[in-house]
């Protein structure tokens, strides 16, 4: 259901699973990392987007429990405040709300420059 108040949750956790099947960009992975919550991720694109070139996060085949069992597995096997300082820093370096409204100012100036 609706809560208002998605921090809380965060603080409680120690990783975030995420099996969709789909998504466009997933807001509660950003908000997860941001706060140096480590993820496990299913393999869709968005998510592959988000965690690429980053030490923050793993990422499973979807709809295959026995990859995410492993996956479980190795995270638990990290250094977490390693991998909890990596996920706050590549957010910070990648999604933050500067470097978004950048990225969409490009690329709608690109659309412009095209016409």
Not at 23 to 38: F, K
Not at 78 to 86: E, V
Request: proline share 3%.
């Amino acid at each position: 259901g609706h809560i208002t108040s998605v921090l809380e949750y965060i603080q409680l956790s120690d990783y975030l699973i995420s099996a969709s099947q789909g998504e466009g960009l997933p807001n509660v992975v950003l908000e997860a990392m941001s706060s140096g919550l480590p993820c496990i991720l299913s393999d869709i694109p968005p998510h592959l987007e988000i965690l690429n070139g980053s030490n923050s996060g793993l990422t499973f085949e979807n709809n295959n429990s026995k990859d995410l069992k492993e996956k479980i597995i190795q995270i638990n096997k990290f250094d977490y405040n390693l991998i909890s300082k990596a996920s706050r820093d590549h957010i910070n370096k990648y999604f933050s709300d500067k470097k978004m409204s950048l990225k969409y100012q490009h690329f709608y100036e690109d659309i412009l420059k095209s016409k």
